[in-house]
């Protein structure tokens, strides 16, 4: 195996600069960032002159199509003669998250974009920036390219990278969120974007079958450590009975943190094929570090969302060894003082 390294910023633009055909990799069940991070990087690097692909091995999720405008960037769909001189990936703290592009791909990634601090290197090359997003990091190369002489950011790209920021900042919630970002931001309003359409794209539109999802949560919302961890769990039996899907149950993580008194809200998800896997979203409202917890589950993520599949017989087994250990990290916390002063603005 080769070695690999981190690379500075200017070396990430010099090695967008020099590529002539560039395969760009997303992360699997796409998000905006991923999405919108990849196609703007397209953008750039097709304003320059090279060629330039994004693949990525899922479907795209109906609301995020408008990115794209398409439904599907499958590696088989990619031209017969595209031989690419440079792989980067953006958004993809390992090479598990490629999902189908794993297997072919991740060897081949000469360059890793991305935003996640915890994550696991695979590129040769790697460029981690401190921001909510990692369409910030992109903007960033745009902001260079500007410097080189090149203004290349037109309403498609900073369209796209919008809904990055924005989805990935937690609608500019998050902690993660600084003056550098707002700047950004107001680059993007430079060129015309109409970022209400954006939001309502994002967040004003969903589907009945989401609702129906939501619903079936709901029922499933308990708590634990005084009302401090909510906790759904959502099985393969309660996707049945409303025939949900995947997609449905994606975001169902945000109606745990939304609760007054709620520290550390938990999704666990029962495996469609195999009954036995869990998969774990965890996030933190003021004090709890979830990529530490994920992180004793092999997972990871950010302070504030974070993630891991667990295997257990069944899902009582799954929740109770992770509320266990959230519990002990809750209940330390109370006792080290950390919550005392810890909502005051
Ligand atoms: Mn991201």
Request: glycine residues 8%; hydrophobic residues 40%.
């Amino acid at each position: 195996m080769s070695e690999l390294s981190n690379i500075t910023f200017p070396e990430v633009c010099d090695k967008l600069e020099a590529a002539s055909s560039v395969v760009i990799l997303t992360h699997m069940r796409p998000d905006a960032d991923t999405l919108g991070s990849g196609f703007a990087l397209r953008e750039l690097l097709r304003s320059l002159g090279k060629r330039a692909e994004v693949i990525n091995g899922d479907d795209i999720p109906k609301k995020l199509r408008f990115i794209f405008g398409v439904d599907s960037l499958r590696p088989e769909l990619l031209p017969a003669d595209f031989t690419p001189d440079l792989v980067v990936s953006v958004d993809v703290s390992a090479s598990k998250l490629l999902g189908e592009l794993e297997e072919e791909w991740a060897s081949r990634a000469n360059l890793a974009i991305d935003h996640h601090v915890l994550g696991t290197p695979f590129a040769k090359n790697t460029y981690v920036g401190d921001v909510g997003a990692c369409g910030e990091i992109i903007l960033d190369i745009y902001r260079e390219f500007k410097a080189r002489g090149r203004d290349l950011l037109n309403r498609a790209a900073a369209t796209a990278l919008y809904a990055a920021i924005c989805s990935d900042t937690g609608s500019f919630k998050f902690e993660s969120v600084t003056a550098e970002t707002h700047m950004r931001i107001a680059e993007l309003h430079s060129v015309g974007i109409n970022h209400a359409e954006i939001a309502r794209r994002l967040y004003d539109s969903r589907p009945i079958s989401q609702i129906m999802a939501t619903k079936a949560a709901l029922n499933a919302l308990h708590f634990y450590c005084d009302g401090k961890l909510a906790v759904i769990n959502f099985t393969q039996a309660m996707m049945a009975e409303d025939n949900l899907t995947r997609e449905d149950i994606d975001d169902i993580i945000s109606l745990t943190r939304g609760i007054e008194g709620v520290e550390v809200g938990m999704s666990i998800k029962q495996n469609a094929e195999d009954l036995t896997l869990f998969k774990v979203s965890m996030r933190s409202n003021r004090v709890a570090d979830v990529s530490k917890l994920c992180a004793v589950f092999g997972g990871g993520g950010h302070v504030r969302a974070g993630g891991c599949t667990v295997n257990a017989p069944d899902e009582k087994a799954a929740e109770e060894m992770l509320v266990r250990e959230i519990e002990r990290e809750i209940r330390a916390l109370e006792q080290s003082g950390a919550f005392e002063g810890a909502d005051e603005l």
